[in-house]
T-cell receptor
Framework: DTEVTQTPKHLVMGMTNKKSLKCEQHMGHRAMYWYKQKAKKPPELMFV???????INESVPSRFSPECPNSSLLNLHLHALQPEDSALYLC??????????????FGEGSWLTVV | GQQLNQSPQSMFIQEGEDVSMNCTSS?????WLWYKQDPGEGPVLLIA?????ELTSNGRLTAQFGITRKDSFLNISASIPSDVGIYFC????????????FGQGTRLTINP
């Protein structure tokens, strides 16, 4: 069983809605990630937080707004999304020291449908 | 950007057969990870490899970190129906280690 927990499992939202995806891990990891995955494609990195600070933003549109309230929690705030943003959103975590042995663990994902 | 070439893209096999898939890169990686993903679920880590030449097993799964640090393979022995899914390799580059580089996936289908 994954130790990275994501909620909700499924989300349907309109293009004018504001919603949030939530992620929690209790492995003591200090790096947390958001990935986006389209059908039959590998995950694509969106954001990385290291020690609760945003360290990587892969040129993600501002309608996606990440937040890391503490070392165990990661949120992704969604506003004014487009239908093409419909995808599986994956949260992941790892140790933050960048050394070998730094394995990334994924949550089960949140299925987002924008209508 | 860095890319991983994962092959084959898909496999159709009979239950009980062995499976082999691999990933190659033009760049050096310091970690290789193999994940399995079922429909509607997140990737589940199968095997992690941290040293060149390392050979690691997890039940019927065996994976190796290539000596050149540019490739890795995953073998599954005596396949069973629950092995169906998409298998992804992923590498941690030496520069920018927080950015995993993924292969395109191998879709495994098993005929009972």
């Amino acid at each position: 069983d994954t130790e990275v927990t994501q909620t909700p499992k499924h989300l349907v939202m309109g293009m004018t809605n504001k919603k949030s995806l939530k992620c929690e891990q209790h492995m003591g990891h200090r790096a947390m990630y958001w990935y986006k995955q389209k059908a039959k494609k590998p995950p694509e990195l969106m954001f990385v937080y290291s020690y609760e600070k945003l360290s990587i933003n892969e040129s993600v549109p501002s309608r996606f707004s990440p937040e890391c309230p503490n070392s165990s929690l990661l949120n992704l705030h969604l506003h004014a999304l487009q239908p093409e943003d419909s995808a599986l959103y994956l949260c992941a975590s790892s140790r933050a020291d960048g050394s070998s042995g730094n394995t990334i663990y994924f949550g089960e994902g949140s299925w987002l449908t924008v209508v | 950007g860095q890319q991983l070439n994962q092959s084959p893209q898909s496999m159709f096999i009979q239950e009980g057969e062995d499976v082999s898939m691999n990933c190659t890169s033009s760049s050096i990686f310091n970690t290789w990870l193999w994940y399995k993903q079922d429909p509607g679920e997140g990737p589940v880590l199968l095997i992690a490899l941290y040293k060149a030449g390392e050979l690691t097993s997890n039940g019927r799964l065996t994976a190796q970190f290539g000596i050149t640090r540019k490739d890795s393979f995953l073998n599954i022995s005596a396949s069973i129906p629950s092995d169906v899914g998409i298998y992804f390799c992923a590498g941690r580059p030496i520069q920018g280690a927080q950015k995993l580089v993924f292969g395109q996936g191998t879709r495994l289908t098993i005929n009972p």
